[in-house]
């Protein structure tokens, strides 16, 4: 059965029927340490719209090192290593980033740039699409079970 977004890695797959409830361009210093990227496509499903098919084979670590205890966990495959998803403790959200974690293009461009931060020396984006401090401020965080 196909599904509408599907990723992860050749052994554990993840997918959602549903759409993101959030898609930005993040400019944080935590994606950028994670990824090694300079800005990171990040998108947000609620919990329960991420499937994962083996979440037991799941290596779980802090996905911010300076805050161990945050809420979210960078999830790797314990056998070949790869990015799957970051999982909220709180289950509230499931984080793909595209590029990383199998879902290529299936997931429309960010439209918008968060967690820019003028202090940094990097130059504000200028693509024309919106810049913010923190996430878009009509995004309200899902309840958690």
């Not at 210093?29 to 990227?37: A, E, F, H, L």
């Not at 329960?48 to 799941?58: F, G």
Request: net charge negative; proline share 10%; aromatic share 8%.
């Amino acid at each position: 059965m196909s599904h509408k977004y599907s990723g992860g890695c050749s052994h554990i797959h993840t997918h959602s029927d549903s759409d993101p409830i959030d898609n930005h361009t993040c400019h944080c210093s935590v994606c950028k340490g994670v990824t090694g990227q300079d800005t990171t496509h990040v998108v947000f499903f609620n919990h329960d719209d991420v499937v994962v098919d083996h979440e037991d084979k799941l290596k779980r670590q802090p996905f911010n090192a300076n805050n161990p205890d945050g809420p979210l966990e960078l999830c790797t495959c314990g056998e070949c290593g790869a990015p799957v998803m970051l999982d909220d403790k709180q289950s509230r959200i499931r984080v793909i980033v595209p590029n990383l974690m199998g879902y290529g293009d299936q997931i429309e461009p960010a439209p918008y740039h968060a967690f820019y931060d003028p202090a940094s020396g990097v130059p504000k984006p200028s693509d024309g699409r919106p810049v913010y401090e923190g996430l878009r401020p009509d995004f309200v965080w899902p309840e958690g079970s």
